[in-house]
């Protein structure tokens, strides 16, 4: 099983949908879960960290869920702008964190 | 400048040349990456500096070899580079480097080999 897992997507979806994506990870000892997002030929832009209870921030809502071990990050009334691929980042508690492949999402008109 | 800069932005070069790339992070982080990502590929972590001292070399080949100065600064020098080493290279920064916090990103060089 890979460390980290994503599902690659796309995810093609018109503008105001809802879409969700998940994020595995083997590592049950890992402490501190991240989502970035990264625009083509452009740098990984930190999106939300993932706490425990979940968060929210604007439409973005982050879980985390440890029996499972999965996080995922839910996008509501989806934007134009919103397209972009989706890095969740696992860290195990050493020096190396874990990056997915990535989720591409496309958001249509 | 704010943030996480890195030079040059592109990057031509031949398997016999010796090139350099830099990165420099303006956040007062202590701890510094080098990343390398491969179309179709994720993130592979190359280098770690904490602290100007190297804590995590993930196996990457010796024609790769970083130097951090300071916490400020951190290179990578490039010689007898393959044709599969073009991609592009990542410099990252954050508080520190026990995974709590979130990476900061410089906008990259894309490097290719010829």
């Known amino acids: 099983r890979k460390e980290v897992e994503q599902d690659p997507g796309p995810f093609n979806v018109p503008e105001g949908a809802t879409v969700a994506f998940n994020c595995t990870y083997s590592n049950s000892a890992s402490q501190s879960f991240f989502w970035y997002r990264q625009d083509c030929r452009k740098e990984p832009k930190l999106l939300m960290s993932?706490?425990?209870s979940g968060n929210e921030d604007g439409r973005f809502t982050a879980q985390l869920n440890r029996a499972s071990q999965y996080i995922s990050l839910l996008i509501r009334d989806s934007k134009l702008s919103d397209s972009a691929t989706y890095l969740c980042?696992?860290?195990?508690?050493?020096?190396?964190?874990?990056f997915g492949r990535g989720t591409s999402l496309i958001v249509h008109p | 400048e704010t943030g996480v800069t890195q030079t040059p932005r592109h990057l031509v070069m031949g398997m016999t040349n010796k090139k350099s790339l830099k990165c420099e992070q303006h956040?007062?982080?202590?701890?510094m990456y080098w990343y390398k990502q491969s179309a179709k590929k994720p993130l592979e972590l190359m280098f770690v500096?904490?602290?100007?001292?190297?804590?995590e070399n993930n196996s990457v080949p010796s024609r790769f070899s970083p130097e951090c100065p300071n916490s400020s600064h951190l290179f990578l020098h490039l010689h007898t580079l393959q044709p599969e080493d073009s991609a592009l290279y990542l410099c990252a920064s954050s508080q520190d480097p026990s995974g709590v916090y979130e990476q900061y990103f410089g906008p990259g060089t894309r490097l290719t080999v010829t």
């Open positions: 993932v706490y425990s």
């Open positions: 980042v696992v860290n195990g508690g050493s020096y190396i964190p874990t």
């Open positions: 956040l007062g982080h202590n701890a």
């Open positions: 500096y904490s602290l100007e001292e190297r804590v």
